[in-house]
């Protein structure tokens, strides 16, 4: 080995996702200048122009990140959408009160028989929250989800002519409605991207992608929505969740079958070609 040359160090910046297709560090037939080269003894002063380039900072929502990031999610998932079965924006809204903490697979085996029984929003206003807890029991929290559905169903009759409305400010005010479950009906339904689901996946996984430092789901959504251009809010949050569902899941992501693996630098990953980052976390 030529004196003075060191062998190529894992980058300290996380900047491998700059290089395309760099999977592994040090496998690159490029040499580059690096920081962590020992100062030469008896060397004269370098030049200004010969110093190492100055790293100018991980920052990652970059634009040409995220536009990655949003590139490989359409390669992977070009046209997922919501997986609760609905068939009106009232189903849709009665299927996503009823998936929080639950799975929707769990919720797509309750409403089918639950919408034939009540098969419109006035069967459901017609009736009081105990009279709806047994078919909603095996989803959980069916007490809460139930005054849910019986409120907001009342309210619908009530307030808004049995129609479910299209207005995030007037969903807000149906009982059990927060902005996940609008955001759901807006965009899957209305087809209106207004804001982002934040949902347990999309809560997750824009942490470990660093989209977001925040844990809270409106900050996280706020995020989002400052990084995400708008025509992609509602697929994205689609995409994330059916990644979330296939591959990064909460514990043991797969990520050795991740084709976001060599720009993901999350904490918790379970096999990585790049340096992780502490600060990206589930
Ligand atoms: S590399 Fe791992 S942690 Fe990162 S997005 Fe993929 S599955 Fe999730």
């Not at 929707?104 to 009540?118: A, H, Q, S």
């Not at 430092?213 to 996280?220: A, R, V, Y």
């Not at 995020?223 to 949050?237: A, G, R, Y």
Request: aromatic fraction near 6%.
């Amino acid at each position: 080995m030529p004196r003075g040359v060191v062998p190529r160090q894992p980058a300290r910046t996380g900047r491998q996702d700059r290089v395309k297709g760099a999977r592994v560090p040090g496998t690159s037939a490029k040499t580059t200048k690096s920081v962590a080269l020992p100062p030469k003894p008896r060397q004269a002063t370098p030049k200004p122009s010969a110093r190492p380039a100055k790293s100018k900072g991980y920052d990652p929502v970059a634009p040409e990140r995220v536009a990655e990031i949003l590139k490989r999610l359409d390669q992977m998932y070009p046209d997922v959408t919501c997986a609760l079965t609905h068939s009106s924006a009232w189903e849709l809204l009665v299927a996503t009160i009823l998936s929080a903490q639950s799975t929707d697979v769990n919720v797509n085996r309750v409403t089918p028989e639950l919408f034939r029984k009540y098969p419109t929003v006035e069967a459901f206003a017609a009736l009081t929250p105990e009279e709806l807890e047994p078919d909603v029991r095996s989803t959980g929290f069916f007490r809460n989800k139930s005054k849910s559905v019986v409120g907001a169903a009342k309210k619908i009759v009530n307030d808004f002519g049995g129609q479910v409305p299209d207005d995030m400010e007037k969903l807000l005010t149906l009982p059990g409605v927060a902005r996940k479950t609008a955001n759901v009906v807006l965009g899957t339904w209305f087809k209106k991207g207004v804001g982002v689901v934040v949902d347990t996946h999309v809560h997750r996984i824009s942490r470990r992608l660093e989209l977001t430092k925040e844990d809270e789901p409106q900050k996280i959504e706020q995020d989002l929505m400052k990084v995400i251009p708008q025509e992609k809010w509602i697929l994205f949050s689609h995409q994330i969740i059916w990644h979330g569902r296939k591959l990064c899941y909460a514990r043991k992501p797969k990520c050795v079958d991740c084709p976001l693996e060599d720009i993901c630098h999350a904490a918790d990953k379970t096999w990585s070609t790049v340096e992780i980052h502490k600060n990206a976390k589930a």
